[in-house]
C-alpha cells in the first residue's frame, strides 16, 4: 500500500488542456501498476488510462488520442496529460496503484487497485 496525492486540476475551456500529477508517499518502483479513474457527475466511476510496470497502457476509448499516461518512477509520480478537453471529461480524477507480480499485468476493475488517492477536480466549461 502507498498513499497517493493527486493535483493539477481545475477550470479549463473546451480545446484546453491540463496536466493531472499523483505523488505516492513509497517508491512506486518498477512493480505497481498505475491507473486513473474519473467519476462524473452522477455517474459511476470508470477508468481513464491504465500503466503497468513494464509500459503497457490502456486508455479508455472515448479519450484515445487526447490523453497521454506516464510514470516517473524515480519521482514516485504519475501523470495524465490531458489535451483536447470536452466538456464531457468534467470530473473528479482519482488515481490508483496496486503492486503487480507481472510487468504487463493491468488488473480487471477497480477492485484490483488497493491504494487510492483523494481525486482532483476536473472542470471543463466555458
Known amino acids: 500500500q502507498v498513499q497517493l496525492v493527486e493535483s493539477g486540476g481545475g477550470l479549463v475551456q473546451p480545446g484546453g488542456s491540463l496536466r493531472l500529477s499523483c505523488v505516492a508517499s513509497?517508491?512506486?518502483?518498477?512493480?505497481?501498476?498505475m491507473g486513473w479513474y474519473r467519476q462524473p457527475p452522477g455517474k459511476q466511476r470508470e477508468l481513464v488510462a491504465s500503466?503497468?510496470?513494464?509500459?503497457?497502457?490502456n486508455y479508455l476509448d472515448s479519450v484515445k488520442g487526447r490523453f497521454t499516461i506516464s510514470r516517473d518512477n524515480a519521482k514516485n509520480t504519475l501523470y495524465l496529460q490531458m489535451n483536447s478537453l470536452k466538456p464531457e471529461d468534467t470530473a473528479v480524477y482519482s488515481c490508483a496503484a496496486e503492486a503487480v507480480l507481472l510487468g504487463d499485468y493491468i488488473p480487471p476493475s477497480q477492485a484490483g487497485f488497493g491504494s487510492w488517492g483523494q481525486g482532483t477536480q476536473v472542470t471543463v466549461s466555458s
Open positions: 513509497g517508491s512506486i518502483s518498477n512493480i505497481y501498476v
Open positions: 500503466v503497468a510496470p513494464g509500459g503497457r497502457k
